[in-house]
């Protein structure tokens, strides 16, 4: 049995009103999959809670972060169809802080909106050069760079007519497995975001702003790519300075 | 333009980027083999001791369910544990005998089992001088789940140790608690020990969740 360490740092509480609640009637899925009884708080958090996975060491491929160039078609290789677009950001806790060397981890339909998965049946084609998935490590500032195709919407059985808006899947880690988070990235000004049930989880509209990739002109390489900005903000990390008695 | 949660609020904070459902192609991004996709060098995956790790190695196994019993074929499970010492190995390292974290994935074949090999972890001392008995940290991720629920696997056969875990103590349902407490069988794979848990989203039985 060992003895606890690490017991100086506490995270900011994570506001569960302003989180998407667990029963969303409107995203039918969640209704069988939503628990009823309250969730029990953790009123001491313990080395458990505080403390989670670093990847310095896990090994990534040269083209990991790059999903113009990691899945290519064999017989023969070229580029994925749709829009070359740069999608940066920088990983920050609630109080600014950056958060590096943490995974960053992305997955996304093609230009067509046709996930490359053995479940998805969808009438869009794949893209033989195109896989959809990348991952990274921030860098030391908590930078992080993917290059990618803008993927499609598509339509998905919820309501008789509803579509997903174009969006990129992406998971971070964070300083422990209490700041872990899974969003998705939207694309600035796309007219299904305020349709999507998905999206209308959140009750505030300012919620949803923080799921927004923002187009950044000024890192947009010209006659190559788009560059759009998400910054990731994970819960703000705070040490302890005074014994709790 | 700036996302609005770089905008300090009135307490010199930023709100928490929002939480998404991970969707039902989470293995794309998370459990590549899983959607199909070949696997790159090194993925994280449920193998979370070698046979050369310190400590009993054994299997950990179960179903998700939903409220209407049905089995969760989409779930995408995380794993955080302590080795047999009782310590986190915080440097994920797929070179090392044991690593503290891990991922799985029930699937929409067969019995839709998820499964990790790990050891089972030591028991763990708080500062307060009470002590945890041994237990997995588990993240679940699915379609239809809004923001990750967290629970906690415990081993049926750390009965004293159970009884004495502040954790389990601060469930106030006696009944409830019997939710996180694996089985233990014999005839897991390899001829390792299997403790088994189900994992029930909703309704009778339902899991205890924690927030943290």
């Known amino acids: 049995m060992s003895l606890n360490r690490n017991l100086n740092r506490r995270f900011v509480e994570r506001d569960r009103q302003w989180h998407p609640a667990a029963y969303t009637p409107g995203y039918k899925t969640s209704v069988p999959r939503s628990p009823s009884q309250a969730l029990v708080s953790l009123q001491t958090p313990s080395v458990s809670e505080l403390t989670g ?8 491929g040269p083209h990991d972060n790059d999903l113009l160039l990691n899945f290519r078609d064999a017989d023969s290789p070229g580029l994925p169809v749709g829009e070359r677009v740069i999608m940066f950001g920088r990983v920050v806790d609630q109080f600014g802080k950056p958060v590096p060397q943490t995974l960053v981890e992305m997955w996304q339909a093609n230009a067509g909106g046709r ?3 053995k479940k998805d049946s969808y009438l869009a084609p794949l893209d033989p050069n195109f896989g959809g998935v990348g991952r990274c490590l921030t860098d030391d500032d908590g930078w992080y760079h993917f290059r990618t195709i803008k993927p499609g919407p598509y339509p998905w059985p919820n309501g008789i007519n509803t579509w997903r808006p174009a969006h990129i899947h ?7 497995i209490s700041t872990r988070l899974i969003t998705q990235m939207y694309f600035e000004g796309d007219p299904l975001i305020p349709i ?16 927004i990739g923002r187009l950044d002109m000024a890192r947009s390489r010209p006659m190559d790519a788009l560059a759009y900005r998400f910054d990731l903000v994970v819960r703000g990390e705070l040490q302890t300075y005074f014994e709790n008695q | 333009m700036q996302q609005p949660n770089l905008t300090p609020t009135a307490n010199l904070m930023l709100r928490e980027t929002a939480s998404q459902t991970a969707g039902p192609y989470v293995h794309i991004g998370l459990a590549l083999a899983v959607a199909g996709l070949p696997e790159r060098d090194e993925e994280i995956w449920n193998e979370l001791a070698k046979d050369n790790a310190e400590g009993e190695r054994i299997e950990v196994a179960g179903r998700v369910i939903d409220g209407n019993g ?9 794993a955080w544990q302590a080795d047999a010492n009782g310590d986190y190995q915080t440097a994920f390292d797929l070179k090392a005998p044991f690593n503290s974290f891990g991922r799985t994935a029930t699937t ?10 790990t050891v089972k972890p030591g028991a763990i001392a708080r500062p307060d001088g009470r002590t945890m008995a041994p237990h997995i940290n588990l993240t679940i991720f699915a ?4 923001l990750h629920l967290q629970t906690r696997l415990y081993f049926d056969d750390e009965q004293k140790a159970n009884a004495g875990c502040p954790v389990l103590g601060a469930i ?3 009944a409830r608690r019997q939710t996180l407490i694996a089985r233990r069988e014999e005839g897991g794979e390899g001829g390792l020990p299997r403790y088994r848990l189900d994992i029930v989203l909703q309704g009778e039985g339902e899991t205890v969740f924690f927030d943290f």
């Open chain 1, 170 to 176: 992406v998971s971070v880690m964070g300083p422990a």
């Open chain 2, 70 to 78: 049905d089995l969760v074929r989409d779930a995408l499970l995380e």
């Open chain 2, 143 to 146: 379609r239809g789940v809004n």
């Open chain 2, 172 to 174: 106030e349902s006696p």
């Open chain 1, 196 to 211: 999507c049930p998905i999206v209308q989880t959140l009750k505030d509209e300012e919620a949803v702003g923080t799921m």
């Open chain 1, 53 to 60: 996975p670093e990847f310095r060491r896990l090994r990534m």
């Open chain 2, 108 to 117: 929409a074949e067969g019995n839709s089992e998820w499964r990790f090999v």
């Open chain 1, 115 to 117: 996930y490359r998965h």
